[in-house]
T-cell receptor
Framework: GQSLEQPSEVTAVEGAIVQINCTYQ??????LSWYQQHDGGAPTFLSY????GLEETGRFSSFLSRSDSYGYLLLQELQMKDSASYFC????????FGKGTRLHILP | KAGVTQTPRYLIKTRGQQVTLSCSPI?????VSWYQQTPGQGLQFLFE???????NKGNFPGRFSGRQFSNSRSEMNVSTLELGDSALYLC??????????????FGQGTRLTVV
């Protein structure tokens, strides 16, 4: 079946850099995307990788390697407002989400 | 442009009852997907509707059903509610069907509590 694996929790310090990994077991994913969800809020789109390589959007970057079935989200210059859950999502005939990574940021 | 609207925001039901949740997608979007979110389980795919047709269905029992109207608004129904159905139900709107999309736009969700 299709599944995406990501760590359940990650902790980092304000101002630092953190990487959230996502591995997937499926064939035929068109691409990988990332969403952010604050407590009580809706998931919001961060980035989408259709091709291998790095996509950069401000402080956030996302990477995809199709041959390794692997991707990651990189958050730089962490701010307290980045404390949230982050989900990777794979696109084939539908959109399938990982279970999410809770990011804790320490002052 | 108005976002995705889900109603109601909160709902409390008792076991055995049924419930209907509503989702109005972004204007012009024809795809609506529904997800169940519970702590530690992420977003689990329920089903996707596109142009009034169910395109895909996740691994949920037949008590979970849905439909889509000609204006793309979608409803989700859960019959014979169980305690385990307590969750946040999210709908996501996209312009195209399934994997043709690069982004999904989520509503604020309906928080269902079954007592």
């Amino acid at each position: 079946g299709q599944s995406l694996e990501q760590p359940s929790e990650v902790t980092a310090v304000e101002g630092a850099i953190v990487q959230i990994n996502c591995t997937y077991q499926t064939s035929g994913f068109y691409g990988l995307s990332w969403y952010q969800q604050h407590d009580g809020g809706a998931p919001t789109f961060l980035s989408y990788n259709a091709l291998d390589g790095l996509e950069e959007t401000g402080r956030f970057s996302s990477f995809l390697s199709r041959s390794d079935s692997y991707g990651y989200l990189l958050l730089q210059e962490l701010q307290m407002k980045d404390s949230a859950s982050y989900f990777c999502a794979g696109f084939d005939d539908k959109i399938i989400f990982g279970k999410g990574t809770r990011l804790h940021i320490l002052p | 442009k108005a976002g995705v609207t889900q109603t109601p925001r909160y709902l409390i039901k008792t076991r055995g009852q049924q419930v209907t949740l509503s989702c109005s997608p972004i204007s012009g979007h024809r795809s609506v997907s529904w997800y169940q979110q519970t702590p530690g389980q992420g977003l689990q795919f329920l089903f996707e509707y596109f142009s009034e047709t169910q395109r895909n269905k996740g691994n949920f029992p037949g008590r979970f059903s849905g439909r889509q109207f000609s204006n793309s608004r979608s409803e989700m129904n859960v019959s014979t509610l169980e305690l385990g159905d307590s969750a946040l139900y999210l709908c996501a709107s996209s312009p195209f069907a399934g994997g043709q999309n690069t982004e999904a736009f989520f509503g604020q969700g309906t928080r269902l509590t079954v007592v």
